[in-house]
T-cell receptor, first 117, second 110 residues
Framework: DAMVIQNPRYQVTQFGKPVTLSCSQT?????MYWYQQKSSQAPKLLFHYYDKDFNNEADTPDNFQSRRPNTSFCFLDIRSPGLGDAAMYLC????????????????FGPGTRLTVL | AQRVTQPEKLLSVFKGAPVELKCNYSYSGSPELFWYVQYSRQRLQLLLRHISRESIKGFTADLNKGETSFHLKKPFAQEEDSAMYYCALNGGAAGNKLTFGGGTRVLVKP
């Protein structure tokens, strides 16, 4: 009954070789997030989608892009991975309770650990 | 800018002892505060949020706006509480964006 699924769980890529990480959800949440978590550090938000609206964080490098073709799927594209991009990448989802105006909790996927050789 | 600080990287306590994880934040408005937990080999999950005012698994946290703190407490730690704990803040921006603290690893010894 996995709710937020990330594939693959482990990804190895070469320096400069484009890589795509995948996230899917069965919760029908309208918001999807991508976080980067480097070793022994806090998760850091890269960007999020509110429905189809893309919202980039100001300090997210241009090397990172995202696509959300439909409600269920969201992709993280790293155009030219560098050694500093090795990290755990977390996908999360959330929804806005229209009745209360309060967002529900964020549900996280298990993460994809990216290694850059 | 919003910031969350967890001063302790590691807390080691014996089973049955009280445990308190410190969280301080900086934000000029009225934030929403959360505690997330990550057990070994499991995904990050919500433990509690301040607006719910709940006690989850024996843990409580009170938002102190004067001290800008949201410390997590449990009077009697159990071995199954061993995990990584993250304090997080939502500054009210559209999209429910979270700023996380650096995390505190709790180790409960038998």
């Amino acid at each position: 009954d996995a709710m937020v699924i990330q594939n693959p769980r482990y990804q190895v890529t070469q320096f400069g070789k484009p890589v795509t990480l995948s996230c899917s959800q069965t919760l029908n949440h309208n918001v999807m997030y991508w976080y980067q978590q480097k070793s022994s550090q806090a998760p850091k938000l890269l960007f999020h989608y509110y429905d189809k609206d893309f919202n980039n964080e100001a300090d997210t490098p241009d090397n990172f892009q995202s696509r959300r073709p439909n409600t269920s799927f969201c992709f993280l594209d790293i155009r030219s991975p560098g050694l500093g991009d090795a990290a755990m990448y977390l996908c999360a989802t959330s929804s806005l309770n229209l009745g209360t105006g309060v967002y529900n909790e964020q549900f996280f996927g298990p993460g994809t650990r990216l290694t850059v050789l | 800018a919003q910031r969350v600080t967890q001063p302790e990287k590691l807390l080691s306590v014996f089973k049955g002892a009280p445990v308190e994880l410190k969280c301080n934040y900086s934000y000029s408005g009225s934030p929403e505060l959360f505690w997330y937990v990550q057990y070994s080999r499991q995904r990050l999950q919500l433990l509690l949020r301040h607006i719910s005012r709940e006690s989850i698994k024996g843990f409580t946290a009170d938002l102190n706006k004067g001290e800008t703190s949201f410390h997590l407490k449990k009077p009697f730690a159990q071995e199954e509480d061993s995990a990584m704990y993250y304090c997080a803040l939502n500054g009210g921006a559209a999209g429910n964006k979270l700023t996380f603290g650096g995390g505190t690893r709790v180790l409960v010894k038998p």
